[in-house]
């Protein structure tokens, strides 16, 4: 998968050159581009911004930096382009697997208090938002969303089970997990887990995700009803 990242602040990307999502990079299987809108900017000092029509508090990016910028990538075939925004679509699992079948996405991080919208009727497809609060920025939503969608990606985790038995996969939070050793401060790892009888620890597994799902997300039991 191929994800261009169109951004004022490209260094803030450098946190996906780590980890998972690195070796991915480093492997093929993830291609980031990081696009600096400042580039496109025909103003001496590479400014991106002005006042608003109309008035109001704070700055608005210009619609021609940021359409430069997208003009810049070619773009044709398979490719969503998206605005990373407040006022966008909820970024659920649902729609990280609809995102993960693309082969190309194009993410646009405002700044300041948003995009001309004219910006935005000339290139974007979609606009996604990560929850009901309000950064300074699209760059933290998009690297969430570069997280969600590259997990989907084949060899990316090296299990595929690991996106089906996660939370959200069936409307349900994911039930806790142990690891060595058995006893840590004298808390011990549930007996069922260490009995080897997969059957009972599946239905241990699947009651804990109910439990803790009626506790903290009720909502979901809703949707799965």
């Not at 261009?4 to 093929?28: C, N, Q, W, Y």
């Not at 990373?84 to 079948?101: F, I, N, Y």
């Not at 995009?115 to 300074?136: C, F, H, K, W």
């Not at 597994?205 to 809703?222: A, H, Q, S, V």
Request: proline share 4%; glycine share 8%.
């Amino acid at each position: 998968m191929r994800i261009d990242v169109l951004t004022l602040f490209p260094e803030m990307f450098s946190a996906l050159d780590h980890s998972i999502l690195g070796r991915a990079t480093r492997k093929g299987l993830l291609d980031i581009n990081v696009v600096n809108i400042r580039d496109f900017s025909k103003d001496k000092h590479k400014k991106c911004d002005d006042y608003p029509f109309g008035g109001g508090a704070g700055m608005v990016m210009m619609a021609q930096p940021v359409c430069d910028a997208f003009d810049s990538l070619g773009l044709d075939g398979d490719v969503m382009r998206i605005y990373m925004s407040p006022k966008g679509r909820k970024l659920t699992q649902s729609l990280v697997k609809e995102l993960s079948a693309y082969r190309h996405l194009v993410l646009l991080c405002g700044h300041y208090e948003g995009v001309d919208q004219r910006a935005l009727d000339l290139n974007i497809d979609m606009e996604v938002s990560i929850g009901d609060y309000v950064l300074t920025g699209g760059e933290l939503p998009a690297m969430v969303l570069i997280d969600a969608v590259s997990r989907y990606i084949p060899d990316v985790l090296g299990s595929e089970q690991s996106t089906v038995d996660e939370s959200f996969s069936d409307n349900l939070l994911e039930y806790p997990q142990y690891t060595r050793p058995q006893n840590f401060r004298g808390l011990e790892v549930p007996e069922v887990l260490v009995s080897g009888n997969h059957q009972k620890v599946a239905e241990w597994r699947e009651k804990l995700k109910l439990e803790i799902t009626m506790k903290n997300r009720p909502d979901l039991l809703e949707k799965k009803e």
